[in-house]
């Protein structure tokens, strides 16, 4: 069972199209982070999300943390062939050391 | 500053063999993580390090073993690989349960 459920896991669009992704738990994460990872690389922060409700943009990127802290969500506005990667989002587990992630989401977009 | 540097990059060893793969943290870093990712899927919590002390370890069998040097680069060894041991490892360094930054990786090829 996966703590972190990512949805979809893997997404298709064409350049310019709008695109959300989702990360949901049954449990309480004191902050979450977005990361992009390019094949061979190692993933890249792109944001911590810490207070119920927030809201951080990030160019075309849009990132909302639920109100409780149990599920985060990542939209990106017109898409660019650039944005192609695997989206992950990731918590650490309570105060055991642990950084969980979700199983990704592989995001191709096409020119 | 430089960032997490990973040593080596790529390897490929043979079932039976062991193998070390090393870490360097951000400076300032006191934490250094481990994790295990296999292709298309998100990284897997191995062992999470705090001032040379074991504070987390994840699902992985005893084959696995980690240590933190006083300063603070870290070593990962695998004894006795598997061609499941295949995957990119990656270390990430933090300032302790805070936004974790990521090396790019070794990828070990297990034959």
């Known amino acids: 069972t996966q703590l972190l459920e990512q949805s979809p896991q893997f997404l298709s669009i064409q350049e310019g199209e709008n695109l959300t992704v989702y990360c949901n738990s049954s449990?309480?994460?004191?902050?979450l982070q977005w990361y992009r990872q390019e094949p061979g690389e190692g993933p890249v922060l792109l944001v911590t999300?810490?207070?119920?409700?927030e809201v951080k943009k990030l160019k075309r990127l849009t990132f909302q943390f639920g109100d409780a802290r149990k599920d985060s969500s990542l939209h990106i506005t017109a898409a660019q062939p650039g944005d192609t990667g695997l989206y992950l989002c990731?918590?650490?587990?309570?105060?055991?050391?642990?950084?969980?992630f979700g199983q990704g989401t592989t995001l191709q977009v096409k020119p | 500053d430089a960032g997490v540097t990973q040593s080596p990059t790529h390897l490929i060893k043979t079932r039976g063999q062991h193998v070390t793969l090393r870490c360097s943290p951000i400076s300032g870093h006191k934490s250094v993580s481990w994790y295990q990712q296999v292709l298309g899927q998100g990284p897997q919590f191995i062992f999470q390090?705090?001032?040379?002390?074991?504070?987390g370890r994840g699902n992985f069998p005893d084959r696995f073993s980690a240590r933190q040097f006083p300063n603070y680069s870290s070593e990962l060894n695998v004894n006795a690989l598997l061609l499941g041991d295949s995957a990119l490892y990656l270390c990430?360094?933090?300032?302790?349960?805070?936004?974790?930054?990521f090396g790019q990786g070794t990828r070990l090829t297990v034959v």
């Open positions: 449990s309480v994460f004191s902050s």
């Open positions: 999300v810490v207070t119920g409700g």
């Open positions: 990731a918590g650490w587990l309570g105060n055991t050391g642990k950084l969980i």
């Open positions: 390090y705090y001032e040379k002390e074991e504070r």
């Open positions: 990430a360094s933090s300032l302790e349960n805070t936004e974790a930054f």
